[in-house]
Structure formats: structure tokens, C-alpha cells
T-cell receptor, first 113, second 113 residues
């Protein structure tokens, strides 16, 4: 399967713990995006990479959130000191340069208890 | 930020019938893309159809078509000959600054036999 892959699919963590999610985009897709989706809402943009450069960050991305994309391949999203409000589905998407179509992964569902 | 409004939280359609999902958006741009994404339960989001704003002709993809009214900033999705597999959340999306997508809250489509 050469689609966007996200791991883990589900994560349950205690409040205050740190969590890290991984996204493997479609091979050779230069652009990578992270979104957050809460119940009953559409996805909300968090951050965007072009190759290894993080070019855009939403104001939703507080200081507790950090994303990296070393070497322009896979990406990680870390949330430090998790709060109950961080419970959501975290979606990753990728697209090639020059394309308007974003390909989404199945997401990582985070539950903070 | 640009806004995308989907005024129908839920819609229902019988198999083989036609249903229209509505979407309005706000932008000051003159050239842009609009998208409809489908999110089946527990599966990843996939692109259904896209429309380029400078094209007057409405986009069509098999049973899916759009009614794009640029002046009214309206972008509705028509699904013809509805099938059980069409049951999903449908999101209208508009690219915000850069390439990040701004999604509406979604419409849940139920298809009844």
C-alpha cells in the first residue's frame, strides 16, 4: 500500500504525558500537512511542510505542540503535557508539488484521560 | 481566515435517488480551487471532486457533479443514483493561505435502501 500511513492508529494517554505520532507520506510527495479533527467538526489545519521546511503553522499549534520532518520524508507530531482538550483525531496529508489534491492518512485518534 | 459553511448537518437519501449537499464560502480571491471530500466511517478522507474558479463549466466525476455559483460563492455537490457506499461525512473545503485547506463542519449523508 503506497498511501499515507499514520501510526499509531489509536493512543490513550494520561493527562500530562507526552505523545508522539508519526506520518509517512506518499513517496516523493514534497508537501505534508497535519490537521486536527474533533467530533462533529471538520479538520482544522495545524502545520505544513514543504520538504523538510516547516512553512506554515496555525495559531492552534500551541507551544506544547511541535512537528518535524527530518530529511523531508516522514513527519512526527509531538504533544507535550497533554490536556483533555487535546483529545481528537490527528490527520496527516501529503501532496506533490504543483498538485491541488491532498491525500489523507487514516489518522491517529488520541484520547487523553 | 476564509470561512466555509455547510448548513446541513445531516441529509438522507434513498438508494438510486439524487441528493444535493450545500456549501457556501467567503473569499476575496478571484482564482482558487474548491473541493468536496468524503470521509467514510473509520476510513481516510478522499477527494470526491474539485472545481477551478476560473472555469465556468461545472465539474463532473461520474455520479458526482457540482453547481458552482461564483458570484453567490456557492458550491453544492450533487450525487446522482445514490449508492449505499456513498454514506459518509462530506466536507466542502477551500484552500486558505498557502495550501492549507479550510474545511466546513461537514454533512453526514445517510443512504437508505
Amino acid at each position: 500500500d503506497t498511501g499515507v500511513s499514520q501510526n499509531p492508529r489509536h493512543k490513550i494517554t494520561k493527562r500530562g504525558q507526552n505523545v508522539t505520532f508519526r506520518c509517512d507520506p506518499i513517496s516523493e510527495h514534497n508537501r505534508l500537512y497535519w490537521y486536527r479533527q474533533t467530533l462533529g467538526q471538520g479538520p482544522e489545519f495545524l502545520t505544513y511542510f514543504q520538504n523538510e521546511a516547516q512553512l506554515e503553522k496555525s495559531r492552534l499549534l500551541s507551544d506544547r505542540f511541535s512537528a518535524e520532518r527530518p530529511k523531508g520524508s516522514f513527519s512526527t507530531l509531538e504533544i507535550q503535557r497533554t490536556e483533555q482538550g487535546d483529545s481528537a483525531m490527528y490527520l496527516c496529508a501529503s501532496s506533490p508539488l504543483g498538485s491541488t489534491e491532498a491525500f489523507f492518512g487514516q489518522g491517529t485518534r488520541l484520547t487523553v484521560v | 481566515a476564509q470561512t466555509v459553511t455547510q448548513s446541513q448537518p445531516e441529509m438522507s437519501v434513498q438508494e438510486a435517488e439524487t441528493v444535493t449537499l450545500s456549501c457556501t464560502y467567503d473569499t476575496s480571491e478571484s482564482d482558487y480551487y474548491l473541493f468536496w471530500y468524503k470521509q467514510p466511517p473509520s476510513r481516510q478522507m478522499i477527494l470526491v471532486i474539485r472545481q477551478e474558479a476560473y472555469k465556468q463549466q461545472n465539474a463532473t466525476e461520474n455520479r458526482f457533479s457540482v453547481n458552482f455559483q461564483k458570484a453567490a460563492k456557492s458550491f453544492s455537490l450533487k450525487i446522482s443514483d445514490s449508492q449505499l457506499g456513498d454514506a459518509a461525512m462530506y466536507f466542502c473545503a477551500y484552500p486558505d493561505s498557502g495550501y492549507a485547506l479550510n474545511f466546513g463542519k461537514g454533512t453526514s449523508l445517510l443512504v437508505t435502501p
